[in-house]
């Protein structure tokens, strides 16, 4: 008999596993902080619309650094340590010069701090916050975030660029580093929909409008009106500091329209337009056109990212400020 309870309680625990994130503790799971932090939730949710209402490009500036932190030894708030005299952070790796945001989750990990100290993970508060700024327009949760994530005691800057993605990948190489992180073709093309929002430096495209294969060409693949417009708002091949909207017109307003555009070969990224050189990626981007679908993959692509090589349990810690580790 007891062997037949523990067999029915692993086949339980295979049934809900990809909805619960996890059986028997020490896993991700949705209310984690019901019991320890009632508040938690809510607390991040009205912080987190505060700082929208009052900064609309932070949706896009927390998804970016959402990605950046799980793409880079899982969602484990590494990205949001400050360097040290001995060590280099994350944050301070090229690719993360720009990100921003940082302000925001310090003052939800203050909030949280003053209701609940010692309880609310830095890494859970990142994946709430993201899904937070995202919904806001919405002025309801898009998708679910489940929680119970520890954070990081390292961070490293020359871990970053071998690990993100980069705007120059070519399909194959895109499709590698999402399957190195578990993710599939599809949460691929999802999770680029994100370029619905925000806004992209001239540098990390001018090679499409300048010089695609070294003999001053332009990119074919890249609509040439669109092209001579971006020429136009960019101050030539070397601009590091100009930026243009992702999505024309649109930029902060999340919805399906990346993939309208990138139908029209006006996707601003080489990654981008790599998206249609794949069948199967093509077809994903084809079937995202319809608004509803796009909406239901990407909670479950957040979801499945949000799940990148988290410490739960005893691993790690519940950092006391997120830009440092808890001193001994």
């Given at each position: ?13 295979i049934l809900?596993?990809?909805?619960l ?5 020490g ?9 320890t932090?009632p ?8 912080a987190?619309?505060n700082?929208v ?5 932070l949706?896009a500036?927390l998804?970016?650094m959402?990605f950046h932190?799980?793409?880079v ?8 340590l400050s360097?040290?005299?001995n060590?280099?952070a994350?944050r ?5 010069l720009s990100?921003?945001?940082f ?7 203050e909030?949280?701090e003053?209701?609940?100290p010692?309880?609310v993970?830095?890494?859970d508060i990142l994946?709430l916050?993201t899904?937070d ?6 002025k309801?949760?898009?998708w679910?975030?489940l929680t119970?994530r520890r954070d990081?005691n390292?961070?490293?800057a020359?871990e970053?660029?071998g690990?993100l993605?980069?705007?120059f990948?070519?399909f194959?190489?895109l499709?590698q580093?999402?399957?190195?992180k578990?993710?599939t073709v599809?949460d691929?093309v999802?999770?680029?929909?994100a370029?619905?929002i ?8 001018s ?5 695609f ?13 669109y092209?001579a417009?971006l ?6 091949p070397g601009d590091?500091t ?5 999505d ?5 307003n ?8 990138l ?6 990224f080489?990654?981008d337009?790599?998206l249609?050189?794949?069948k199967v990626?093509?077809?994903?981007v084809?079937k995202?056109?319809k ?5 239901t993959e ?7 990212m ?5 410490l ?5 810690q519940?950092r ?5 580790v808890n001193?001994n």
């Amino acid at each position: 008999m007891k062997a037949n309870n523990i067999s029915l309680i692993l086949l339980v625990c295979i049934l809900f596993y990809i909805n619960l994130g996890g059986c028997l503790g020490g896993s991700l799971r949705k209310n984690f902080y019901k019991q320890t932090c009632p508040r938690a939730e809510q607390i991040v949710k009205d912080a987190t619309w505060n700082h929208v209402s009052a900064n609309p490009n932070l949706p896009a500036k927390l998804l970016r650094m959402h990605f950046h932190d799980c793409f880079v030894r899982g969602c484990d708030a590494s990205v949001l340590l400050s360097s040290t005299a001995n060590n280099t952070a994350e944050r301070d790796s090229f690719p993360n010069l720009s990100l921003k945001g940082f302000d925001v989750i310090d003052d939800i990990k203050e909030q949280l701090e003053k209701a609940c100290p010692g309880v609310v993970s830095c890494a859970d508060i990142l994946a709430l916050a993201t899904r937070d700024s995202v919904s806001f327009q919405f002025k309801k949760s898009q998708w679910d975030v489940l929680t119970g994530r520890r954070d990081g005691n390292v961070s490293i800057a020359n871990e970053v660029s071998g690990n993100l993605p980069s705007p120059f990948f070519n399909f194959a190489q895109l499709k590698q580093s999402f399957a190195n992180k578990g993710l599939t073709v599809q949460d691929l093309v999802v999770l680029s929909g994100a370029h619905s929002i925000g806004v992209g430096h001239c540098n990390l495209f001018s090679k499409r409008l300048y010089n695609f294969t070294g003999k001053g060409d332009q990119d074919p693949s890249m609509d040439s009106t669109y092209a001579a417009l971006l020429k136009t708002q960019c101050q030539g091949p070397g601009d590091r500091t100009t930026t243009v909207e992702l999505d024309p017109g649109s930029f902060q307003n999340f919805d399906n329209s990346f993939y309208t555009i990138l139908k029209q070969k006006k996707g601003l990224f080489q990654s981008d337009a790599a998206l249609l050189t794949n069948k199967v990626s093509s077809n994903a981007v084809q079937k995202l056109l319809k608004r509803n679908d796009f909406f239901t993959e990407f909670g479950q692509s957040m979801k499945r990212m949000g799940a990148i090589g988290v410490l739960t349990g005893t691993s790690g810690q519940i950092r006391k400020q997120c830009g440092f580790v808890n001193s001994n």
